[in-house]
């Protein structure tokens, strides 16, 4: 007799009752997807032979919802066997927010085809097919698969050592390779919905044949769909790719090159008013900013360890008098050699340089999106190079940096992760010891939430990793503060410390805003193209309402221009509702509409984007308004 012991203090005995059967007679069962027996998660009809804690793994939680949508893949796949017989399965496993399937199918799948997978997936649903476990031997398993034509199983079957041991799910008709756990029948999967369709090849490699990749979402209730659908089509609307084309900010030419951006008028605006910021910032922050090449000799990359590590991200070399030369990945190296150019004094430390400089590395053309994921990008990138006595501090000012950066930009909720040693490293112990702590003391220094990812530093040093919360609630990845004990080692670099002896000095890689071209995705996602005031590529249109209106227009237009206000006028022969709507849809802060009031009157019609009607203001007025808005750049040390 076993004795079973639940979350609440609930006992019970019995002989091989099933987790799920335990639950159900503590009444704890409801909504659960699996159970967790002494720690370990099992599937609801595993049964429980040996005393043990029993707790319910429920469908909302993080691990039910992996769960679920693990199931909703073998679903799909079920759904898609019936549909088109002699499909082959890769994997189908659960990620963040659903899951996908990778399928070799008899014919090329469309959009227009998931709505009918989705009907069968609830068929199947409604079927209430149970899922059971069961387990193979590696020989019995290549076997069972292969009677199946199941040709891509077979080739992860065959790398599994034998002697090991396998266990597959199956419901129905279909089975699958899996460890699991899963529901206990296909009626657990109710809320889901199939969202796209893509080419994947086969374990990533262009080598291998290209498959259909449906992807999907599941969810533990109806509601929970329905609202992350919303957040789908409200994440749609701000989609970068759109909103670019829409506002004209930039371009993508396949013709002339993938995962390059072109830049147009108002996206270098844009852009041009971000720098000016980001370089009057730096100045106030005690950096200096260098200017350095494009390419190199392979001296440089060999010396730096580029060509040894990351050869595989780096474009062909270009041979110059009769040497290698290479397009940079990073600036790095560069920055050391201008360290290098004399000798350097304790008294001449911290520095801290910075650079908006251009790289380029090579990604695959299947990862590149928008300006998310490029090829040349500019990195806002710095170093700060100090003695170890220095560098609690200079840390501590770096990320006090970055959360001014962040704030100002408009994203208050930011996370850090911190990144320790991993077993394979370089640099002695007493310096890593002092690069994390002066990272975790920074981080504890500022209030700031966060997680430590143990081992997860680069080779060459620890790291603090920032995180920021866009305004669908999106988590990412930006700034970058990286020791480096790699570099100094290899390029020998030192200087002279107050007892006369030359030392290695500390070097932090820093990166606020990460790439221009992957923050300005970010930034026009998180704004849905809004632009605040400070940012926004044309602050004001004015728009008269008739042709006689025009030489009025164009004095409130150059009074505005001396004001420092990006303006333009629309006078174009449309009606005026239109013209406001376009004002609108382009998302421009402010419209001035002028007609025989306002010039006689020597006022403005305002409306502003989210305000909407102002009313008419006189040009006083409206200068006091626009002097207002948030303008970084006129209140240096706010």
Same mark, same amino acid.
């Given at each position: 007799?076993?004795?079973?012991?639940?979350?609440?203090?609930?006992?019970?005995?019995?002989?091989?009752?099933?987790?799920?059967?335990?639950?159900?007679?503590?009444?704890?069962?409801?909504?659960?997807?699996?159970?967790?027996?002494?720690?370990?998660?099992?599937?609801?009809?595993?049964?429980?032979?040996?005393?043990?804690?029993?707790?319910?793994?429920?469908?909302?939680?993080?691990?039910?919802?992996?769960?679920?949508?693990?199931?909703?893949?073998?679903?799909?796949?079920?759904?898609?066997?019936?549909?088109?017989?002699?499909?082959?399965?890769?994997?189908?496993?659960?990620?963040?927010?659903?899951?996908?399937?990778?399928?070799?199918?008899? =014919?090329?799948?469309?959009?227009?085809?998931?709505?009918?997978?989705?009907?069968?997936?609830?068929?199947?649903?409604?079927?209430?097919?149970?899922?059971?476990?069961?387990?193979?031997?590696?020989?019995?398993?290549?076997?069972?698969?292969?009677?199946?034509?199941?040709?891509?199983?077979?080739? #992860?079957?065959?790398?599994?050592?034998?002697?090991?041991?396998?266990?597959?799910?199956?419901?129905?008709?279909?089975?699958?390779?899996?460890?699991?756990?899963?529901?206990?029948?296909?009626?657990?999967?109710?809320?889901?919905?199939?969202?796209?369709?893509?080419?994947?090849?086969?374990?990533?490699?262009?080598?291998?044949?290209?498959?259909?990749?449906?992807?999907?979402?599941?969810?533990?209730?109806?509601?929970?769909?329905?609202?992350?659908?919303?957040?789908?089509?409200?994440?749609?609307?701000?989609?970068?790719?759109?909103?670019? =084309?829409?506002?004209?900010?930039?371009?993508?030419?396949?013709?002339?090159?993938?995962?390059?951006?072109?830049?147009?008028?108002?996206?270098?605006?844009?852009?041009?008013?971000?720098?000016?910021?980001?370089?009057?910032?730096?100045?106030?922050?005690?950096?200096?900013?260098?200017?350095?090449?494009?390419?190199?000799?392979?001296?440089?990359?060999?010396? !730096?360890?580029?060509?040894?590590?990351?050869?595989?991200?780096?474009? !062909?070399?270009?041979?110059?008098?009769?040497?290698?030369?290479?397009?940079?990945?990073?600036?790095?190296?560069?920055?050391?050699?201008?360290?290098?150019?004399?000798?350097?004094?304790?008294?001449?430390?911290?520095?801290?340089?910075?650079?908006?400089?251009?790289?380029?590395?090579?990604?695959?053309?299947?990862?590149?999106?928008?300006?998310?994921?490029?090829?040349?990008?500019?990195?806002?990138?710095?170093?700060?190079?100090?003695?170890?006595?220095?560098?609690?501090?200079?840390?501590?000012?770096?990320?006090?940096?970055?959360?001014?950066?962040?704030?100002?930009?408009?994203?208050?909720?930011?996370?850090?992760?911190?990144?320790?040693?991993?077993?394979?490293?370089?640099?002695?112990?007493?310096?890593?010891?002092?690069?994390?702590?002066?990272?975790?003391?920074?981080?504890?220094?500022?209030?700031?939430?966060?997680?430590?990812?143990?081992?997860?530093?680069?080779?060459?040093?620890?790291?603090?990793?920032?995180?920021?919360?866009?305004?669908?609630?999106?988590?990412?990845?930006?700034?970058?503060?990286?020791?480096?004990?790699?570099?100094?080692?290899?390029?020998?670099?030192?200087?002279?410390?107050?007892?006369?002896?030359?030392?290695?000095?500390?070097?932090?890689?820093?990166?606020?805003?990460?790439?221009?071209?992957?923050?300005?995705?970010?930034?026009?996602?998180?704004?849905?193209?809004?632009?605040?005031?400070?940012?926004?590529?044309?602050?004001?249109?004015?728009?008269?309402?008739?042709?006689?209106?025009?030489?009025?227009?164009?004095?409130?237009?150059?009074?505005?221009?001396?004001?420092?206000?990006?303006?333009?006028?629309?006078?174009?022969?449309?009606?005026?509702?239109?013209?406001?709507?376009?004002?609108?849809?382009?998302?421009?802060?402010?419209?001035?509409?002028?007609?025989?009031?306002?010039?006689?009157?020597?006022?403005?019609?305002?409306?502003?984007?989210?305000?909407?009607?102002?009313?008419?203001?006189?040009?006083?007025?409206?200068?006091?308004?626009?002097?207002?808005?948030?303008?970084? #750049?006129?209140?240096?040390?706010?």
């Amino acid at each position: 007799m076993s004795v079973f012991s639940g979350p609440e203090g609930q006992r019970l005995e019995g002989n091989d009752l099933s987790a799920g059967e335990i639950l159900r007679r503590w009444q704890c069962d409801k909504g659960a997807v699996a159970a967790r027996v002494n720690g370990r998660m099992v599937d609801l009809f595993s049964p429980v032979s040996e005393d043990a804690s029993v707790e319910p793994v429920e469908g909302a939680s993080e691990e039910g919802l992996e769960i679920l949508r693990h199931s909703a893949a073998h679903l799909m796949a079920q759904a898609v066997q019936r549909l088109y017989p002699g499909a082959k399965f890769g994997v189908g496993p659960a990620i963040k927010d659903g899951f996908y399937y990778d399928m070799e199918l008899p =014919r090329r799948l469309l959009e227009e085809d998931l709505p009918r997978i989705e009907d069968e997936m609830r068929r199947l649903a409604q079927e209430d097919i149970p899922v059971t476990r069961r387990e193979f031997s590696r020989d019995e398993a290549l076997a069972f698969f292969r009677d199946r034509g199941q040709s891509y199983k077979e080739e #992860l079957i065959a790398e599994i050592p034998e002697g090991e041991g396998l266990s597959c799910y199956e419901q129905g008709d279909f089975a699958d390779l899996c460890r699991g756990p899963h529901v206990p029948s296909t009626g657990a999967v109710r809320h889901f919905k199939l969202l796209s369709v893509a080419g994947a090849y086969w374990r990533g490699s262009e080598q291998n044949p290209m498959l259909t990749r449906v992807y999907g979402t599941a969810w533990d209730s109806a509601e929970a769909l329905k609202h992350h659908l919303e957040m789908l089509e409200e994440i749609e609307k701000r989609d970068h790719r759109r909103l670019g =084309r829409d506002l004209d900010l930039f371009s993508v030419h396949e013709e002339a090159g993938p995962g390059l951006i072109y830049w147009h008028p108002k996206g270098g605006r844009l852009r041009v008013e971000l720098e000016n910021w980001w370089r009057q910032e730096h100045f106030a922050h005690g950096y200096d900013i260098l200017f350095t090449p494009h390419l190199g000799r392979s001296w440089l990359w060999e010396t !730096s360890g580029h060509l040894g590590f990351y050869k595989e991200n780096m474009y !062909s070399p270009m041979e110059i008098d009769k040497d290698d030369y290479y397009v940079k990945p990073m600036n790095c190296p560069f920055h050391i050699l201008v360290y290098k150019t004399r000798t350097r004094s304790y008294r001449d430390l911290p520095l801290r340089w910075a650079e908006l400089g251009t790289v380029y590395r090579y990604e695959r053309s299947g990862v590149l999106h928008g300006c998310m994921r490029v090829r040349g990008f500019t990195q806002d990138d710095a170093h700060i190079i100090c003695t170890p006595e220095q560098i609690e501090d200079e840390i501590l000012e770096v990320l006090r940096f970055s959360m001014y950066v962040w704030r100002t930009l408009g994203f208050s909720e930011v996370k850090a992760y911190l990144a320790t040693r991993p077993e394979k490293s370089v640099g002695d112990d007493a310096s890593w010891q002092t690069a994390a702590a002066s990272l975790r003391k920074a981080i504890e220094a500022e209030g700031l939430s966060y997680e430590v990812d143990e081992g997860g530093g680069a080779f060459y040093g620890p790291k603090i990793d920032l995180k920021v919360r866009d305004a669908v609630g999106r988590e990412w990845q930006v700034t970058t503060i990286q020791f480096d004990f790699n570099l100094p080692e290899r390029f020998d670099m030192t200087f002279t410390d107050a007892d006369g002896k030359e030392k290695r000095p500390f070097m932090v890689h820093r990166a606020l805003l990460g790439s221009l071209e992957r923050f300005f995705g970010i930034l026009i996602e998180h704004y849905a193209g809004a632009f605040p005031y400070w940012l926004a590529p044309v602050q004001a249109r004015i728009i008269p309402v008739a042709s006689d209106h025009g030489a009025y227009a164009a004095e409130v237009e150059k009074t505005l221009r001396k004001w420092g206000v990006r303006v333009e006028v629309d006078a174009r022969d449309e009606k005026l509702g239109k013209r406001i709507r376009d004002a609108q849809m382009q998302k421009i802060p402010y419209m001035l509409v002028i007609g025989d009031r306002e010039r006689d009157g020597g006022t403005v019609a305002v409306r502003e984007r989210a305000a909407g009607d102002l009313g008419g203001m006189t040009m006083e007025s409206l200068r006091s308004r626009l002097d207002g808005e948030f303008q970084p #750049l006129r209140n240096l040390g706010q």
